[in-house]
């Protein structure tokens, strides 16, 4: 009878456990909803940060985290080994120094029903010896049209506009009240010449100076006699403003040592409204396989200008080196170095190549698909697939000897394409 007894006792017990399990297993067969990850430290997009920080974050999931799933990626490295995880945190110090620049974070993990997380963020290690700063090149025959538009200037820092001097007074004194009702204070502007080479459409522009002294005379000079009259003249800061998707302009970009002096800058904005690209490549791939050392500006997207400070002085300095990328995305923020050496450097006698890339879509909004490293003769010397907000690539190129110069192009979705300046590579 106590046998029997005791085999029923057990027999309810058993089917109590049983249910709460299916309970448990039905709770988590439902279960939808991924967990959840904080950052803890260092924050999204934090600046100044230390060369050798603490990353640290917690995550949560009602029905439990899966430890067995947790990664950890820096610079694309899996360094999860290396992390100490616990039940809702994980934590990781470096073993070397970060390199100053831009850290990218990914986090992914899966709770016990296989919903997955993953979560990328950046920060900046040391203080930047650059920073980006996003602006217009205007053409004062649009200004009319430009003035009144607010989304021009939202996210910008500075303009530079052309001929200034020919457009009226009010119109030019609408534009800059509009300015000054839609910017920050320590927003930029000022002026820049243009004027026809060897009378053609083609023009050349110069920053930093405004004078129209001679110009009936400039005007009619051929390019090698104006380049070398502009070389003795001054200290210009002067760029090519093709009108036209042609690569005959400026004689074809024949090479001069008086005009790669002066020239910094290219536009190459497309001309063309029946292509799809925003930028014109033809014309700068031939100016850089001819020897001009030179990088790009547009005159109807974003130029952005690596610079020191936001003041007119510091603005010429990043275009006299040809610090400046164009985009048609203002918020990419690209960072490109090679050696140590930013986008518009010369080297000289490298043993190899050091490459630093760092592209961030800082909203998050429009993934990176592919960074293009392109070289002489428009080869692509390296395709590199992101999928990414936040991307960033490091490799070593040893065998360089055919290659004098390396600039990127970076696909987003949208149609969004930044164009790089070149690193220039010189050897013996």
Known sequence: MKFYRFLTIFFILFVLFMSADLIELNSISKDNTPPAIKIITPTKSQDYIISQPTIKASFYDKNGVDLRSVKLYVNNKDVTNKAQITKNNIEYTPDKKFKRGTQIIKIS?????????????????????YKNFIGNFIDTENIDKIYKNDEFYRYSDYCILY????????????????????????????????????????????YNNESKDNDKNITKLNTEKLYKKLFYSGDFICSFN???????????????????????????????????????????????????????????????????????DSLLNGLKNRRTYVTNNPKLNLEFTINNSHMGSIIANPSKLNFNISAIDSPYKNKIKNIYIISNNNETIKNINCNSYLSKYEFTLKEF????????????????????????????
Request: proline share 3%; net charge negative.
């Open 401 to 428: 000897d055919k290659y004098s110069y390396y600039y990127l192009v970076i696909i987003q979705e949208n149609n969004y394409i930044t164009i790089s300046a070149p690193i220039w590579i010189e050897s013996k």
């Open 109 to 129: 993990l899966c709770d016990n029903a296989k919903n997955k997380t993953t979560i990328e963020w950046y920060f900046t290690v040391g203080t930047p010896i």
């Open 242 to 312: 093709p009108k036209s998707n042609n690569i005959n302009s400026f004689d074809y970009m024949k090479f001069s040592n008086y005009g790669d002096s002066i020239m910094s800058l290219i536009d190459i904005t497309n001309k063309d409204s029946s292509l799809d690209s925003p930028f014109y490549l033809d014309i700068y791939n031939q100016a850089l396989d001819n020897g001009w050392h030179i990088s790009p500006i547009s005159t109807k997207f974003i130029t952005k200008i690596l610079s020191t400070d936001l003041n007119k």
């Open 163 to 206: 001929n200034s001097n020919s457009v009226s007074k009010k119109t030019l004194t609408d534009f800059e009240n509009n300015i000054k009702n839609t910017m920050k204070n320590n927003f930029i502007s000022f002026n820049a010449y243009k004027f026809n080479v060897n009378s053609s459409e083609d023009e050349i522009s110069i």
